[in-house]
T-cell receptor, first 114, second 117 residues
Framework: ETGVTQTPRHLVMGMTNKKSLKCEQH?????MYWYKQSAKKPLELMFV???????ENNSVPSRFSPECPNSSHLFLHLHTLQPEDSALYLC?????????????FGDGTRLSIL | AQTVTQSQPEMSVQEAETVTLSCTYD???????LFWYKQPPSRQMILVIR??????QNATENRFSVNFQKAAKSFSLKISDSQLGDTAMYFC??????????????FGTGTRLTVIP
């Protein structure tokens, strides 16, 4: 039990499809994050939510649309993705956004764009 | 901007032996935190150890310890008595010590460690 659960574990989609990634945390945390992990590149922070409010958007293309309906759930809505968007998408949470708060990660969703 | 460099893409170690993974970073911050995360094939990123920059004493967690050289901006991870379960990708990460939010993590590219039976 990781405390942060991501579904689906794997996703294959065409460039014209619309799909969503889901993240749920059972830790009572107030901050949640989306990261993109591509091969041989550092993890890239995509979005940060604190108390359900988006507080960071690191120049992510609009084909990625996050949603945080409550502090326990985070979604990443995908539409008209490109082949270079194929990657492992990791969700994380932390107690809050104060410094030194460790982030707890899920197992990720492996996304493949055909 | 903060950068984290892991110069060893892959390493291997015999079971029960000791291995050291290197990490250097670049920052103009005076207060910050450093982390080592482990990502096994299960893909979950697991926090292994962390170090506060203001502490001179190196952090230790059981078989894991760090060699933190602040002047050299170096933060290496030593794994003693390596076990097969230590096989994973290891990521070094940096976090600013700002008191006003922004606990963003900056990651290196990772080192793939294989423990050989």
């Amino acid at each position: 039990e990781t405390g942060v659960t991501q579904t689906p574990r794997h996703l294959v989609m065409g460039m014209t499809n619309k799909k969503s990634l889901k993240c749920e945390q059972h830790l009572g945390h107030n901050a949640m994050y989306w990261y993109k992990q591509s091969a041989k590149k550092p993890l890239e922070l995509m979005f940060v939510y604190s108390l359900e409010e988006r507080v960071e958007n690191n120049s992510v293309p609009s084909r990625f649309s996050p949603e945080c309906p409550n502090s326990s759930h985070l979604f990443l809505h995908l539409h008209t993705l490109q082949p270079e968007d194929s990657a492992l998408y990791l969700c994380a949470s932390s107690q809050d956004r104060l410094y030194n708060q460790p982030q707890h990660f899920g197992d990720g969703t492996r996304l493949s764009i055909l | 901007a903060q950068t984290v460099t892991q110069s060893q893409p892959e390493m291997s170690v015999q079971e029960a032996e000791t291995v050291t993974l290197s990490c250097t970073y670049d920052t103009s911050e005076s207060n910050y935190y450093l982390f080592w995360y482990k990502q096994p094939p299960s893909r979950q990123m697991i926090l292994v150890i962390r170090q506060e920059a203001y502490k001179q004493q190196n952090a230790t967690e059981n078989r894991f310890s760090v060699n933190f050289q602040k002047a050299a901006k170096s933060f290496s991870l030593k794994i003693s008595d390596s076990q097969l379960g230590d096989t994973a990708m290891y990521f070094c990460a940096f976090m600013k010590g700002s008191q006003t939010g922004a606990n963003n993590l900056f990651f290196g590219t990772g080192t793939r460690l294989t423990v050989i039976p």
